[in-house]
């Protein structure tokens, strides 16, 4: 298998030379819990490669089967709104129209892909995604190993609903990435009136997405948590770097839409760069409750790092399939 993640990107050795005992406690461990994680439940999954499984089940069922510290890393896009993947908004996205799902306003001729709009939740539907995300995060809270970190995506719109339902749930709040990205969203003028209030804007347009950063407590200090758990810190970008919370990141580009055409497809540049961070000594496994096209598990692939990910969709399970390996191989350095 070919790898082409930059000299960013620096492997980690196996074994690595005179590495301490704690250390190499870690790594026994974590080959032992991948080995039952990965054949975990009876549902259908795939081993996309020696790194990384894909099982297609809802996660809130996988979830509870997971024992107790049994994964170290948690990066995941989330539905932000869920209503925009339940089954009456989803095959409408997939006929092509209507429900949540809207095409942005077009001011230069160009073709744009329908986005979900979030500000036609309901209060029910914001209860509903408030139980959601607390269920999610209680699961999570359990299987994450002490110190385990969590990067969840959402949008300004409803990350205090998100975010607070793992500060409720025992989480510490870490901090926010934010992803510098210009998307379509809001900055319109008041529709049926633009000439009218040509000065006015009903909302501001969206630059940037909100990444919620949490962590299960750690036991004792830090250095003492990392080496009994191997986390509970962010691996540093170089030595003169630390992982840093604001991220420039354009839309994802043509070649990976072309590769996976999810809806919400992340790109790799991104990702590779929180999913790094997520194991500060790069022993662990990640979790991906929501895969989609599998595009977290390709770049933990990339990194050789060990993710599993569910998502409860047949055909983006099988669009994982076909995308997981030119994902993974795919030269982020490249313009
Ligand atoms: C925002 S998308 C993730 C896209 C992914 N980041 C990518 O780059 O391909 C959210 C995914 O969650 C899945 N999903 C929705 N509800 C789910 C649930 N209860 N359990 C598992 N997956 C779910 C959807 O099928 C969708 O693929």
Redesign the pocket.
């Known amino acids: 298998m070919s790898h082409a993640t930059g000299s960013l990107f620096p492997r980690i050795d196996h074994p690595l030379p005179d590495e301490p005992n704690w250390l190499a406690t870690l790594r026994r461990r974590e080959e032992t819990l991948w080995l039952s994680i990965r054949n975990l439940g009876t549902q259908p999954r795939c081993h996309l490669s020696d790194h990384a499984t894909y099982v297609q ?4 069922q996988w979830l509870s089967a997971l024992p107790a510290n049994s994964i170290h890393a948690v990066v995941t ?4 709104g ?1 209503v925009e ?1 339940d089954e009456k908004n989803h095959a409408k996205l997939r006929k092509g129209r209507g429900g949540v799902w809207r095409i942005p306003p077009s001011f230069d001729g160009a073709t744009r892909k329908p986005v979900p709009r979030f500000t036609v939740l309901s209060k029910e539907e914001i209860l509903n995604l408030r139980g959601f995300f607390s269920a999610l995060a209680y699961g999570l809270l359990k299987a994450l190993v002490p110190g385990g970190h969590v990067f969840v995506a959402s949008n300004p719109l409803l990350s205090t609903t998100t975010f607070h339902a793992f500060i409720e749930s025992g989480f510490e709040k870490r901090g926010e990435v934010i992803r510098l990205v210009q998307t379509l969203r809001g900055g319109d003028r008041p529709k049926g009136a633009e000439d009218e209030f040509s000065g006015v804007t009903a909302m501001p347009r969206s630059c940037w997405e909100p990444w919620g950063v949490f962590r299960k407590p750690i036991e004792g200090t830090l250095a003492e948590n990392l080496r009994v758990w191997g986390t509970g810190g962010l691996r540093r970008i170089s030595d003169d770097e630390p992982f840093k919370d604001v991220i420039h990141c354009s839309p994802t580009r043509g070649v990976e839409k072309e590769i ?1 055409p ?1 809806p ?3 790109p790799q540049r991104f990702l590779r760069k929180l999913v790094r961070a997520s194991l500060p000594l790069g022993v662990g496994i990640i979790y991906d ?8 598990l390709a770049a933990a692939d990339a990194l050789e790092y060990r993710a599993v990910g ?4 047949r055909q ?1 399970f099988a669009m994982a399939r076909q995308a997981f390996q030119p994902l993974s191989d795919l030269d982020i350095n490249h313009k």
Request: aromatic share 14%; charged share 20%.
């Open positions: 089940s809802d996660a809130l896009d989330p539905p932000y869920m993947y996976a999810h919400s497809l992340k409750p929501f895969a989609g096209s599998g595009s977290t569910t998502d409860s969709d983006y």
